[in-house]
């Protein structure tokens, strides 16, 4: 078993839906969690980060973290079609002296006009 | 500021074949990585470089050697290329390795082996 688990996809929604983005894991020692985006043939980009259990808003992203679920979620409100892209969750815990963040598969998403 | 560079941008190998990947950055980083992206199997740590003069092993080295140049540079090395080994490898690089350190990601090398 994967240490965080993400649904590839793809996720196909029309323009102006919510789109909610999943991942679960199995390391209670995670203390950090985070989401990149990733256009095609680009590298993934931080779009959001959070500490602690509850949400975190940024403009149309708000990023939900359920500690004692282990399950983290990123929720897109009006989605639109530049939204299209796959999102990476990433999580980081203390390993020898270090922080490196483990990944999720990513989820494609496809925002159709 | 041009981030993180990777070239060759793309490459074609044939079994067998050595060759180097680059990475340089221009954020004064002290960290550095390098990640394989698979279909599948989203991106798995290679090797990394916590700071200049140390290297590391990460979820997947076997086949692969590092070099931190200097502190703006971390090159990768294929010694005898597998078609295993075919993938898009991303450098990237943080402030340090720190919790709240975000990854600054380049735009890939896309390597097939033949």
């Known amino acids: 078993q994967k240490e965080v688990e993400q649904d590839p996809g793809p996720l196909s929604v029309p323009e102006g839906a919510i789109v909610s983005l999943n991942c679960t894991y199995s390391n209670s020692a995670f203390q950090y969690f985070m989401w990149y985006r990733q256009y095609s043939r680009k590298g993934p980009e931080l779009l959001m980060y959070t500490y602690s259990s509850g949400n975190k808003e940024d403009g149309r992203f708000t990023a939900q973290v359920d500690k004692s679920s282990k399950y983290i979620s990123l929720f897109i409100r009006d989605s639109q079609p530049s939204d299209s892209a796959t999102y990476l969750c990433?999580?980081?815990?203390?390993?020898?002296?270090?922080?490196?963040?483990?990944f999720g598969r990513g989820t494609s998403l496809i925002v159709h006009p | 500021n041009a981030g993180v560079t990777q070239t060759p941008k793309f490459q074609v190998l044939k079994t067998g074949q050595s060759m180097t990947l680059q990475c340089a950055q221009d954020m004064n980083h002290n960290s550095m990585y390098w990640y394989r992206q698979d279909p599948g199997m989203g991106l798995r740590l290679i090797y990394y470089s916590a700071s200049e003069g140390t290297t590391d092993k990460g979820e997947v080295p076997n086949g692969y050697n590092v070099s931190r140049l200097n502190k703006r540079e971390f090159s990768l090395r294929l010694e005898s290329a597998a078609p295993s080994q075919t993938s898009v490898y991303f450098c990237?690089?943080?402030?340090?390795?720190?919790?709240?350190?975000?990854?600054?990601f380049g735009n890939g090398t896309r390597l097939t082996v033949t």
């Open positions: 990237a690089s943080s402030e340090w390795l720190l919790i709240d350190s975000p990854l600054h």
């Open positions: 990433a999580m980081s815990a203390k390993r020898g002296g270090s922080y490196i963040p483990t």
